[in-house]
């Protein structure tokens, strides 16, 4: 009773006013709950009365401001969508009803009008107009009839099955059928792009997946899932209709103009820009230089991870593109070694030839300087004046814009002098070339073979 009551009072809070659903409440003994509806919208007569029927039993109510809580009124109040009207066809029976008009319109033409007795007229031999059997039952009427053969028509002898059936006299049909649902944008982003960012903005990561693996050969793509879902929705707009109603997606496209035609498709907008790869660029040489190494590492794995789904217009955009892999895979690298050599403490071989790599990483000129301090102080606490000697020539060379950088590496160079010797042995040469990678330091110009250079790989 109480599903029932309830399933009344919300479908009808429209229409009735507060003292009828009071009064509804009341009828079906739900006394407490009319209590706190006329008590609550100010009905004090109503309240009084169910007060003094409910006697002890009154439910207690919050002193708060209520209001009465009515749903959203529409705005448009419409019929169905629009359906379209299906016509028959000639072999529908579409053309059946056009001959039956025809023969309807000659039989009201022939049984009405001013035709047949309505004119009384009397020929000369005194018969009516009418009475035209009189004359056909004589002989000169027969005679007459003789000379003149008249339309011979016959009478055909068909079938009842042959009977043409007789349509509708409505001849456009009343058959619907709904409307078909087009194919969305983004169908037509996938089989115009073989780009994995406008398969990803189309919301299509499998197939976005498969490009990167055959395209650059990515394996691993966790790292990838958000910038995956950031460019899915950054494609994507979202417009509110009605309270009830769902939200309507629509597809943002780049390039778009007024002028544009609404026929003509493009591809999808993307979030990740090449400006935006070089604003980031900016700020992890920032970090870095603050010496916030883990920061401007971010910065820069975050760049070598849009890269990827990055989309670019020219040729000169694209050797910029390869011009900024270079340079963040070299910081990627360096900044990495420099945070593993602070965590080794207690291990100073380790720390010194950490430091000692770093130098050889293709860096900014401000960057490099801090680097080559770090592995010539390293070298020179650990009394490894032959290596220190290395780092410190290449640091004047810098031209250090402070004092004491500069005269920090010609003091080490005067202990060098003295003491050209290595107190503890490292796995670092720099007398021989080498090429440093995340796993390993490839030393080149050991031997040559017909297929190429033969390397001595050392683990980092």
């Known amino acids: 009773m109480g599903l029932f009551v309830a399933f009344i009072f919300t479908n009808l809070s429209h229409y009735l006013c507060l003292e009828e659903r009071v009064k509804i409440l009341e009828n079906v003994g739900h006394l407490p709950l009319a209590y706190a509806a006329a008590k609550l919208h100010g009905l004090q007569d109503a309240a009084e009365r169910l007060a003094a029927e409910l006697g002890d039993d009154i439910p207690s109510l919050a002193d708060k401001v209520s209001s009465l809580l009515m749903p959203p ?11 379209l009207r299906v016509m028959k066809g000639i072999f529908e029976g579409g053309l059946d009803s056009i001959g039956k008009g025809a023969a ?20 000369d031999d005194g018969l009516e107009n009418g009475d035209v059997s009189a004359i056909l039952e004589d002989g000169e009427g027969a005679e007459d009839s003789g000379e003149d053969e008249g339309w011979d028509v016959g009478v055909i002898d068909l079938p009842l099955e042959a009977d043409t059936p007789r349509a509708s006299i409505n001849a456009h049909s009343s058959v619907f059928a709904p409307l078909t649902l087009g ?19 189309a919301e299509n990561f499998d197939t976005a997946m498969r490009l990167l693996s055959r395209q ?15 460019l899915h929705t950054g494609s994507q707009t979202y417009l509110r209709a009605f309270t009830s109603a769902p939200v309507i997606s629509l597809a943002v496209e780049r390039g778009w103009n007024d002028l544009a035609s609404p026929n003509v498709r493009t591809l999808p907008a993307l979030v990740s820009r090449f400006s935006q790869l070089e604003e980031k660029l900016k700020l992890g040489y920032k970090a870095t230089t603050a010496g916030k190494l883990t920061e401007g590492l971010r910065f820069f794995i975050s760049i070598l991870h849009t890269i990827p789904l990055i989309v670019v217009e020219s040729r000169r955009e694209v050797d910029e593109v390869k011009e900024l892999i270079i340079i963040v895979k070299e910081y990627v690298l360096g900044l990495k070694m420099e945070l593993k050599r602070r965590e080794l403490k207690d291990d100073l071989v380790r720390q010194q030839e950490l430091a000692a790599y770093f130098t050889h990483c293709n860096l900014q000129m401000h960057h490099l300087r801090l680097a080559l301090l770090i592995a010539m102080s390293s070298c020179a606490k650990a009394k490894n004046f032959a290596t220190a000697a290395n780092f410190a020539p290449r640091l004047i060379e810098t031209n250090p814009t402070i004092e004491s950088q500069a005269k920090t590496a010609r003091q080490v160079l005067q202990a060098a002098e003295k003491n050209m010797t290595d107190a503890s042995q490292i796995n670092y040469d720099f007398r021989n070339p080498f090429v440093t990678c995340g796993a390993l330091t490839v030393l ?17």
């Open 73 to 83: 009124t529409p705005i448009i109040c419409g019929g169905d969508w629009p359906i």
């Open 104 to 123: 309807e319109e000659e039989e009201e033409a022939t049984n009405g009008g001013d035709w047949g007795e309505d004119l009384d007229m009397v020929d």
């Open 183 to 201: 194919l969305p944008v983004s169908h037509s982003w996938i089989q115009r792009s073989s780009l994995a960012a406008e398969h990803a903005a």
């Open 216 to 230: 650059l050969g990515i394996r691993n793509f966790s790292p990838l899932k958000s910038m995956f879902l950031d």
């Open 444 to 460: 080149r110009g050991l031997c040559h073979t017909r297929k190429g250079s033969c390397a001595l790989f050392v683990s980092l």
